[in-house]
């Protein structure tokens, strides 16, 4: 018996080894081909882990109660999760999904919409529980959402139940149903688009961007932590509140906000206020419930305001730097904060039981239409345009000072304790 090995043999094992490799290779190219499917036609509710679904151009996913893990996507259209594989769904312009998307505990790269998601249970289209991730939402131009996006938990859970993340959501289109983050944490907001409903955050937000030419139709309510908002050539149509803590602020640039800006509550700080080139808030800057506003208020000359209140038992010392047109400033509480006035200001009101601790000065250029006072105020000096009617109702006034070619007319039926 004779044999002749020739170099590179290899005989049965080597055989084998190719046999192996070339079925890895084909598991790989079945994976692969089973982990991107589109959609077409009148689909089924269906789950997804670990996949890349694509809905296209004339498909509709009807509503159903698609199953992930043991848990079911109740009023779903599609359902992510639970087992760590990272997935990615996009809705082509035309395509739509009849119901929301419903995630728990999943992993997702992108949710890309330029067709339509209907709204579901607790009004949303697109709704996170147990730890999701996103990486991105994208509503297109074309994109409609007929719900909200949101962050939230369960009742029964607790907000540990809820304690997603979405790091950024960019709307480009049109979301009827609002944004909340109920639990957990979105990033960066990004706003080109509308949204309607309103914005909420109940734990922690980022930065809120609403710019050229986006708008938001409800309140933009913060209740607990955010970074910043910006409102730069666009339109806020109610009002901004917050109960929490917003670090950076509050810009508006070239914009329109059509209620109020609210600082309320004693664990309220809503950071410094800009309201800058040719902004309009068309309600008032409010100082609320037991709030102490210590950051600053600038009011570029082009801008206007509608007011400044501060109410009973809150307290307003930061500094303002007005320069544009404001139409009240009232208080009720104590009043700290400095007003030395080059601005047109309609009136300055003090309600019995205010304090307002330091002096008013009017300067040349500068006009204050009626000073009323059924409180506390220090001196007033008057060297603006125009008329003041000053109106001293039972309240206390230090002094009173008219200057060299201003004209004031004063009534008073309380104290003036230094004179005229």
């Known amino acids: ?65 698609p199953v992930i893990g043991k848990y079911k996507g109740s009023n779903s259209s599609i359902a992510v999760g639970q087992n760590g594989k990272e997935s990615s769904i996009t809705i082509e312009q035309g395509g739509k999904l009849n119901g929301r998307i419903y995630t728990r505990a999943a992993k997702i790269k992108d949710i890309i919409i330029n067709g339509s998601i209907g709204a579901g249970p607790s009004n949303a289209s697109i709704i996170n529980f ?23 938990w369960f009742k029964n859970g607790g907000t540990a139940s809820g304690n997603s993340k979405i790091d950024n959501i960019d709307i480009k289109g049109e979301v009827k149903g609002g944004i909340k983050n109920q639990s957990g944490t979105m990033q960066t907001i990004t706003i080109t688009g509308s949204v309607s409903g309103g914005i909420q955050n109940d734990d922690t937000m980022d930065t809120l961007k609403i710019e050229s030419g986006g708008s938001v139709s409800g309140d933009i309510i913060n209740n607990k932590t955010m970074q910043n908002i910006s409102v730069s050539g666009s339109t806020v149509n109610n009002n901004i509140q917050n109960s929490g803590t917003i670090t950076n602020g509050v810009t508006i640039t070239n914009s329109t906000i059509g209620g109020n800006i609210v600082n309320s509550g004693s664990n309220a700080n809503t950071g410094a206020i800009n309201i800058t080139g040719t902004s309009n808030v068309g309600g008032s800057i409010i100082n609320q419930n037991g709030a102490n506003f210590t950051n600053s208020i600038t009011l570029d000359q082009s801008s206007k305001l509608g007011g400044i209140s501060n109410t009973q038992g809150s307290t307003m010392s930061g500094q303002l730097d007005l320069k544009g047109e404001v139409g009240e400033i009232n208080n009720a509480g104590k009043f700290d904060s400095t007003l030395t006035l080059s601005n047109k200001v309609g009136q300055i009101n003090n309600a019995e039981g205010g304090t307002i601790t330091n002096d008013i000065t009017i300067n040349n250029g500068g006009s204050v239409g009626a000073i009323n006072n059924a409180g506390t105020m220090q001196a007033i000096t008057n060297n603006g345009t125009g008329t003041l009617t000053l109106t001293n109702s039972g309240g206390t006034i230090d002094k009173i000072t008219n200057g060299t070619g201003a004209t004031a007319t004063i009534r008073n039926q309380g104290k003036i304790t230094n004179g005229i």
């Open 130 to 152: 147990r730890s999701t991730t996103i990486e991105k939402i994208e509503v297109g131009q074309t994109g409609v959402l007929e719900g909200g996006i949101i962050n939230s």
């Open 1 to 65: 018996f004779s044999q002749t090995l020739t170099r590179g043999g290899g005989g049965k094992t080597s055989n084998l080894k190719r046999t192996a490799l070339s079925c890895t290779l084909l598991t790989t190219l079945l994976t692969s081909a089973s982990a991107a499917r589109d959609i077409t036609g009148n689909h089924n509710a269906f789950a997804i882990n670990g996949e890349t679904v694509t809905i296209k151009s004339g498909a509709t996913v009807q509503v159903g109660s």
